[in-house]
């Protein structure tokens, strides 16, 4: 199966855990956390639409300015999720600088906090200096935080002895193309195919996409090209975990939003000789952390935010959490 995104754990396993994901076939990405971080580049960040943060802690956060900096000039908006406490910390690091010659500015930031049962959802315009322009808050239930055509994000509030958010991206469906019958119906593969996908997606049956064959360009229905070419399976996910204790109000959380996850990416601070200290501290240690893999049936882990003490003991991170460097689980 083609994959639907292209994650990267930009630090690597040290160091502040910073997950970018593409969204493949869109010139869209989503950034989880943003703590200290290299390696992406501009072109990476203006794309991105979303930036999902677990908490404030500074190793989780002070890439927002990097962010900010690098798309000030945009006109697409950037949705900020974040937990308790986010509208205020991420207003109050706009309101740090100075706005006098930003009138011209198109860039808006929602700020979604997000709370066990509702969302509170706040707007700052940079045209506008970044002041606040008073949001709305919304009910919730289940774990659902955004709607994309494609792609859905979802939350749960964890403890890490604050409020901390695991996050959950997820595919809403998967478009298989079969290419067998793409020929069969005399159709000559090309960028169309890519059209198809992203109306499938968008809901736009009804609309004709301009096919290449034989007897060259026609428009044909999503609808029917629906029929004739494509299965429909279902879609990939993506769970990223990380700064909490190892509680069993904290596993109920995470069995109730990443469940059979495909790839999980999950913090292994310590190594269990620090059991204690990461107890008293929020965190998992990599024995923890590979029991809650296996506990959610997670097809492929990721240790992330390993201390830096264990840089050249890794090999022990990952066989306490039972996994191999490739992120598959030991017996699978
Ligand atoms: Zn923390
Ligand atoms: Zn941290």
């Known amino acids: 199966m083609r994959p639907a995104f292209l994650s990267r754990l930009v630090n690597g396993p040290l160091f502040d855990p910073v997950v970018y994901v593409r969204i493949l076939n869109e010139r869209k990405s989503v950034l989880f956390d943003c703590g200290h971080f290299q390696g992406l580049a501009p072109r990476h960040l203006l794309s991105l639409e979303a930036v999902c943060i677990s908490h404030t802690h500074m190793d989780h956060f002070m890439g927002m300015d990097r962010v900010l900096r690098t798309i000030l000039h945009r006109d697409e908006p950037l949705a900020v999720y974040g937990p308790e406490g986010i509208t205020e910390k991420t207003l109050s690091k706009l309101k740090s600088y100075t706005w006098n010659l930003s009138s011209g500015y198109a860039l808006e930031i929602t700020i979604h906090e997000i709370f066990a049962n509702s969302v509170m959802t706040t707007r700052a315009r940079a045209d506008a200096g970044f002041d606040a322009i ?88 999503v609808s029917r090209l629906r029929e004739e070419l494509v299965t429909v399976t279902p879609g990939q996910s993506l769970a990223f975990v990380t700064d909490i204790a190892f509680t069993p109000a904290n596993l109920e959380a995470l069995k109730g939003l990443a469940q059979g996850v495909d790839t999980l990416f999950i913090e292994a601070y310590y190594l269990d000789e620090l059991e204690a200290h990461a107890g008293a501290r929020g965190h998992l240690t990599a024995r923890q952390a590979g029991a809650i893999a296996r506990e959610l049936g997670a097809k492929r882990v990721f240790p992330m935010h390993v201390s830096p003490r264990y840089h050249d003991r890794l090999d022990e991170i990952y066989a306490e959490m039972g996994v191999n460097q490739g992120g598959t689980p030991a017996g699978a």
Not at 142 to 150: F, K, N, Q, V
Not at 161 to 186: D, S, W
């Open 134 to 221: 008073s949001g709305q808050t919304v009910p919730r239930t289940g774990t659902r935080i955004a709607d994309c055509p494609r792609y859905t994000l979802e939350a749960a509030v964890l403890d890490h002895t604050i409020p901390c958010l695991g996050y959950v991206l997820k595919e809403p469906f998967h478009i298989n193309i079969l290419k067998g019958a793409v020929r069969e119906n005399g159709y000559i593969p090309g960028p169309w195919l890519g059209d198809l996908k992203a109306l499938i997606y968008a809901g736009r049956l009804d609309e004709p996409v301009r096919v290449a064959t034989e007897s060259g360009v026609r428009g044909v229905s």
